[in-house]
């Protein structure tokens, strides 16, 4: 069943994540996809719910793993119980109206657009015209100097590369020759961890994790916009709206969970990289997991919370706590499951941060294979790829940095079960007899190596995204998705009102010129998509948050359309006088 005591607590089912980095390519597709469908709005300008770092580099925000400073996620305190770093109730009451622990905006970036008007109206002149850029917060010219991935493929590094927090942790000889050893991408979004901190830091209560399927939200009525769960989260992927004054992050794409679809950066992705699936944990041993005194235990130890989808016992104690018999069955399918547990290939990111985190990755093996190939070895025999994990223990350290506290063994024997997997199948591909003494030496058998290699490398997109729909009698739990999503509407949950803490707080904040346009035709034109016959619609993925268009909210009151509009005696909406 599992690892430790056979009795079986509360069982409680998790959506979950796991990314496989020797597929990403760094092209941003995910973080483009969810940016269109949750942060492009105002207010949320300099937001990436996912982004994609290159590491090693500073992410985003700058420098985020450094706890030192940014005071975030659990830690032991001297009787051995967790405690939040940035401090308990009452520090965060002294200091609730002026937080000290926040990034700045330079720590993320300021946001532009271009001048297009310029190009597209200026006369006929000598010279060409120049769209200069201009900051989508005061609207006002700026010189662009850092950005969301400006590391992208080690840009930069002479001058910021040693300000990776990781390298500081490793040897001399990493920090002088990182960009030779090594280099990969790391896509991130929220954990939607099991312990997550930015909920415990919450002095509102407004950041839940929903009971259902462990995804965490933002009660957007309930948020006060006092910023400590953004302190609170050690991976900084709680954002702050400085429109509607609230607090937003990762949804995990809910409204698509819901109803059996994965989330939009998967969707999109382009190396088809990431896997989503159901896994069964006792959420009676999340405590005593997450106060492990080891910081390099803690990946261990995380994984004895996750159980058996298999195992009978598991099974009964799933049914007695109402989790349905189709999510069991989903959990039993699951890739996640597979890939932590039974393959153990993918590691969690940061575990020393003890939130227990849900997102998990399966390191890199392409930098070992291209130090083989560079010898003029063979790169795909095993034994070569053996030795050369062996060999590189720098790469190893900076992986165990991020994967599990430092300790470099259990990423080791990741490595070295990709490494034999490449060599098993490639006899296999061939036609050659394969080597069964190649995954014996890993601790799998041949016929656990093969279907690793299905999941890993052909995987069918019914095997990837594993995602129970939502059951009806779940519906009165599910009653966030109203109030969670940000997409406010003047007066809504997520607006706190005119005023000096509300909605032009600062000033309004300009609307990138290249949408203007856009956003003004799809509020009043009808085209074929806002048919005619029916009220005028309003994709709210292209809508600013102002004003309330015909046809964008349900008819209430009796009747009367939301922003004060009724339907005349044909059915159309006519605004009020």
């Not at 002088?176 to 979004?189: A, D, G, K, N, V």
């Not at 956003?519 to 994709?539: E, F, I």
Request: charged share 25%; net charge negative.
């Amino acid at each position: 069943m599992t690892r430790g005591d056979s009795s079986i607590g509360r069982v409680m089912a998790q959506m979950a994540m796991v990314m496989n980095l020797d597929k990403c390519i760094g092209c941003h597709t995910c973080s483009v996809t969810c940016k269109q469908a949750w942060t492009n709005r105002t207010g949320v300008e300099y937001v990436w719910f996912n982004n994609v770092e290159t590491r090693p580099g500073q992410g985003y925000p700058r420098r985020y793993e450094d706890q030192d400073t940014w005071q975030g996620g659990w830690i032991l305190n001297s009787r051995g119980r967790l405690t939040l770093k940035a401090g308990g109730r009452f520090k965060k009451l002294a200091s609730i109206f002026s937080n000290p622990k926040l990034p700045t905006l330079d720590d993320y970036y300021e946001p532009w657009t271009y001048d297009y008007a310029t190009l597209t109206n200026a006369p006929l002149q000598e010279h060409t015209p120049v769209a200069r850029p201009k900051s989508l917060i005061t609207g006002k010219d700026m010189k662009i100097s850092w950005s969301a991935n400006w590391d992208d493929s080690l840009g930069g590094s002479s001058d910021h590369g040693r300000k990776d927090v990781l390298l500081s942790e490793v040897s001399e000889k990493i920090k002088l020759e990182f960009e030779q050893t090594f280099m990969f991408y790391l896509p991130r979004i929220c954990e939607h961890c099991l312990n997550p901190s930015c909920a415990a830091s919450c002095p509102s209560g407004a950041i839940y994790k929903r009971t259902e399927d462990g995804i965490v939200l933002v009660d957007q009525d309930r948020c006060r916009g006092w910023r400590m769960c953004v302190t609170g989260c050690p991976y900084k992927k709680v954002y702050f709206n400085h429109r509607t004054g609230k607090a937003e992050k990762c949804t995990f794409c809910f409204p698509r969970v819901e109803v059996g679809l994965p989330t939009v950066c998967s969707e999109t992705c382009v190396g088809r990289l990431r896997y989503i699936g159901l896994v069964l944990y006792d959420v009676d041993r999340v405590l005593d997991a997450a106060c492990t005194p080891d910081d390099t235990e803690l990946y261990e130890a995380q994984r004895g919370v996750f159980l058996d989808p298999n195992d009978p016992e598991v099974i009964a104690a799933a049914e007695r706590d109402g989790i349905p018999r189709d999510w069991v069955e989903a959990a039993q399918r699951s890739p996640i499951h597979a890939l932590i547990n039974t393959y153990k290939v993918a590691l969690p990111l940061h575990p020393e941060y003890r939130t227990m985190p849900m997102v998990w990755y399966i390191p890199p093996l392409s930098p070992v294979v291209d130090a083989v190939r560079e010898t003029g070895h063979d790169s795909e025999n095993h034994r070569n790829l053996f030795a050369a994990v062996d060999a590189l223990r720098i790469p190893v350290d900076y992986l165990a940095q991020l994967f599990t506290a430092g300790d470099p063994a259990p990423v080791d024997a990741v490595l070295r079960r990709l490494a034999a997997m490449r060599s098993y199948m490639r006899d296999i591909n061939l036609g050659r007899e394969p080597d069964a003494a190649i995954p014996e030496q890993v601790g799998m058998s041949e016929q656990q190596m093969y279907d690793m290699y299905r999941l890993l490398a052909l995987a069918k997109y019914d095997e990837r995204y594993v995602i129970p729909p939502a059951h009806a009698e779940q519906a009165h739990n599910l009653e966030e998705l109203a109030t969670e999503c940000s997409l406010d509407y003047e007066g809504g949950p997520g607006m706190g009102g005119s005023g000096p803490f509300g909605e032009t707080s600062g000033g309004a904040a300009p609307i990138a010129v290249e949408n203007y346009q856009a956003l003004r035709d799809r509020q009043s034109a009808d085209t074929p998509a806002t048919p005619t016959d029916k009220a005028t619609r309003v994709n709210l993925l292209n809508w600013d948050g102002k004003g309330t268009p015909p046809g964008l909210f349900p008819p209430s009151n009796g009747g009367a359309a939301s922003g004060g509009e009724e339907p005349d005696a044909g059915g159309e909406v006519e605004p009020k006088p």
